[in-house]
């Protein structure tokens, strides 16, 4: 009985494949094509694959991660902490800038001692964590360490909002460098929220798609089939049926326009906020009366050329805008189909700081610290009150320590002028500050809050 329905089966697939090929050969034979397998995913995954990377560690660093709770929800057993081995792979990247600017999460690299990055096409590097986000935006840049004038293929970004339900992703990686990776699917859905300001991103702050997302690919980039990077790959969650996460391209732009600029690159202030991508970049932003906006800059302006050379990328752009000689920068712009040049001269952070609140702050150096009875990195020391400024009259004296700005700690001076850059003339604002005081044999240090009014 066995035998004979085995016959019968067999016959079956046989007289199937027969009829398959028969109809196979007949397309053939009356001029038919086979299905094209070099599609619009094949292409991109072609052109976009050269800029993706792996990145891994030789030591791990202990670090208490703001993520790590959450990883552990959503990746489960793949998620935990192993001694640190030869090479270990923390995750993957993508390549932003043609110089070597590696875009990854935060958490990916937070606990890196040293870094290396492998390209696609096997060859490796050492990189540098040079700015890395905050627990709210989770983006990291790492810098490739490579020869002088070597150049490596960047991702372009999507426009902020270029995002369709329901159309076809690719969440690309490189995991545990084992190669470049790719999974396909949809769009499932955009951040359901808008975004709040000190309030941790999760979830619904994320793109969700159904691509599979594992955790070496973590940090490698999500894109739309015209290749533009619409997201950074984040987490699936494991009890979510493969429903991944990405950080959309909006945020990402943010992050990176706030953290890579002349104020935290080389401590001046400038105002303008280039958005990260091909050259020509655009401005996303100009502070109002910042030396950006008094130069007469405007959001949307394109930036053509810094002293009269055209930017290679965006970090060659903040770098030449912020490393001039007498801080005066020369900008060519163009907008409404004009071209003008504009002088913005950059002022030391201290020089802002002092503007807005009247105060000449000093960082605690160790030798500082220990002079006033301070620790480092509690808060800037007063150097002086400007007898003119906002502070006037305030009970603030040279030695009190500033403490915080609007409840926000303030250990070094790019905090603490990025807390008072925002504010607009008019605002008030608290002040925490901090002095010792003689009580008999006793000293004691006291805290206490003043407020003032933004010229």
């Not at 940090?219 to 987490?235: Q, T």
């Amino acid at each position: 009985m066995n035998e004979q329905t085995d016959r019968v089966n067999g016959g079956g697939r046989t007289l199937a494949l027969a009829l398959l090929l028969g109809v196979w050969g007949l397309s053939v034979a009356q001029g038919g094509e086979l299905p094209e397998r070099r599609d619009a995913v094949v292409e991109v995954v072609e052109r976009v694959m050269p800029s993706v990377v792996n990145i891994a560690t030789e030591e791990i660093v202990e670090y208490r991660d703001p993520f790590e709770q959450m990883f552990r929800e959503f990746w489960g057993p793949y998620y935990r902490r192993r001694p640190a081995d030869t090479r270990y792979s923390l995750g993957s990247g993508v390549i932003i800038d043609e110089e070597g600017w590696v875009l990854t999460n935060m958490h990916v690299v937070q606990r890196a001692r040293r870094v290396w990055v492998q390209l696609a096409d096997g060859r490796e590097f050492e990189a540098q964590p040079r700015i890395v986000g905050t627990a709210r935006t989770d983006v990291a840049l790492l810098q490739i360490l490579a020869k002088e004038g070597e150049r490596f293929p960047a991702i372009q970004f999507a426009a902020d909002d270029d995002l369709m339900l329901g159309e076809t992703v690719l969440a690309l990686g490189n995991p545990f460098g084992l190669g470049g990776s790719v999974s396909r699917g949809i769009l499932s859905s955009k951040n359901r929220r808008p975004p709040r300001e000190d309030e941790p991103l999760y979830i619904a702050d994320w793109l969700q798609t159904d691509a599979a997302i594992n955790p070496g690919s973590s940090g490698g980039p999500l894109v739309n089939l015209h290749g533009r990077l619409i997201g950074l790959s984040v987490a699936v969650y494991r009890e979510g049926q493969g429903i991944g996460f990405a950080i959309p391209v909006k945020q990402v732009v943010e992050a990176l326009a706030e953290i890579v600029t002349p104020e935290v690159n080389q401590s001046l202030w400038f105002g303008g906020r280039l958005r990260p991508g091909v050259p020509p970049l655009s401005f996303l932003s100009v502070q109002p009366g910042s030396p950006a906006d008094a130069a007469g800059l405007k959001a949307g302006d394109r930036l053509i050329s810094v002293n009269g050379q055209a930017p290679t990328g965006f970090m060659d752009a903040v770098d030449r805008i912020g490393s001039n000689p007498g801080r005066v920068a020369s900008l060519a712009v163009r907008r409404e189909g004009e071209t003008r040049t504009v002088q913005v001269t950059l002022k030391p952070l201290i020089e802002l700081i002092d503007q807005r609140l009247g105060l000449s702050l000093q960082e605690l150096t160790s030798d500082l610290a220990q002079r006033f009875g301070y620790n480092p990195r509690d808060g800037l020391l007063i150097a002086d009150v400007s007898p003119d400024g906002p502070a006037a009259g305030l009970d603030l004296r040279p030695g009190y320590l500033l403490v915080a700005v609007g409840g926000q700690p303030t250990p070094d001076l790019l905090t603490a002028a990025g807390l008072v850059m925002g504010l607009k003339p008019g605002d008030q604002v608290e002040l925490t500050v901090a002095a010792w005081q003689q009580r008999g044999p006793f000293a004691r240090l006291n805290r206490g809050t003043v407020r003032l009014r933004i010229p």
